[in-house]
């Protein structure tokens, strides 16, 4: 974690992760965001502590793709209305075959919300 760079990887993902109402330095995140980011309008929706949670949890989190991995698999998430707090803390680091069977059972079970 600690080579990962602020700019190209960290950034991007605490933009990725948390709420975009969130302040840090005194500063809201969505004035942080980049153009691209805001105008996608798509984020977990985290709070600081909740994403400290994940990472104190699991800090390969934070060397995950955020395109190839994180981003992909929170969109199925949501699309099935699946929250990611709510997901399994490893859930990132489940194979892609895993990580389809968990979401097979998510979705055939009660943690799908309803509308």
Same mark, same amino acid.
């Given at each position: ?6 700019? /190209? /990887? !960290?950034? *991007?993902? +605490? ?5 975009? /109402? ?5 500063? *809201? ?5 980049s153009? &691209? $980011?805001?105008?996608?309008? +798509? /984020?977990?929706?985290?709070? =600081?502590? &909740?994403? #400290?949670? %994940?990472?104190?949890? &699991? ?7 955020? $395109? #190839?991995?994180? #981003? *992909?698999?929170?969109?199925? +998430?949501? =699309?099935? #209305?699946?929250? %990611? %707090? ?10 892609? $075959? =895993? %990580?389809? !069977?968990? +979401?097979?059972t &998510? ?9």
């Open positions: 974690v600690l080579g990962l760079s602020l700019e /190209n /990887n !960290l950034r *991007p993902k +605490m933009e990725f992760f948390l709420h975009p /109402n969130t302040t840090i330095f005194h500063v *809201p995140l969505r004035e942080m965001c153009i &691209q $980011e805001r105008d996608a309008g +798509m /984020n977990c929706g985290l709070s =600081k502590r &909740q994403l #400290k949670e %994940f990472v104190l949890y &699991q800090p390969a989190l934070l060397a995950y793709s955020l $395109e #190839k991995r994180l #981003k *992909p698999r929170i969109k199925h +998430m949501q =699309k099935h #209305k699946i929250s %990611f %707090f709510y997901s399994p803390k490893s859930i990132m680091s489940y194979t892609d $075959e =895993k %990580f389809e !069977l968990w +979401m097979s &998510q979705v055939t079970t009660w943690s799908v919300s309803e509308e």
